[in-house]
């Protein structure tokens, strides 16, 4: 059983930067593949960015690259996500989730993230 944590939200002006931390408080993602995604009132949750388990491949979505960057430290059971020239367009609640093949494994609680303009 994987339980995931997100941490480092909050309210930031447009064109600062945040770092979202998201925790395995019970178990270890050492073994999988990890992503990020957000979601807005009445929208679908939408992904931001993920990481293969061993950090070799990262992928994102078209509208943060340059801008977000994604990361982990197994041995600290955290996986990141550096967010700079944050934008009003990226509010959002943002989720981590652990993924093994197609299986979802756990998603997180979610946390805020508020861009003002």
């Known amino acids: 059983q994987v339980q995931l944590e997100e941490s480092g939200g909050g309210l930031v002006q447009a064109g600062g930067s945040l770092r979202l931390s998201c925790v395995a408080s019970e178990g270890t993602i050492s073994a999988y593949d990890m992503g990020w995604y957000r979601q807005t009132p009445g929208e679908e949750r939408e992904f931001v960015a993920s990481?293969?388990?061993?950090?070799?491949?990262?992928y994102y979505t078209d509208s943060v690259k340059g801008r977000f960057a994604i990361s982990r430290d197994n041995a600290e059971n955290r996986v990141y996500l550096q967010m700079n020239s944050l934008k009003p367009e990226d509010t959002a609640v943002y989720y981590c989730?652990?993924?093994?093949?197609?299986?979802?494994?756990?998603w997180g609680q979610g946390i805020q993230v508020t861009v003002s303009s």
């Open positions: 990481i293969s388990w061993n950090g070799q491949e990262r």
């Open positions: 989730r652990a993924l093994m093949g197609a299986t979802i494994i756990a």
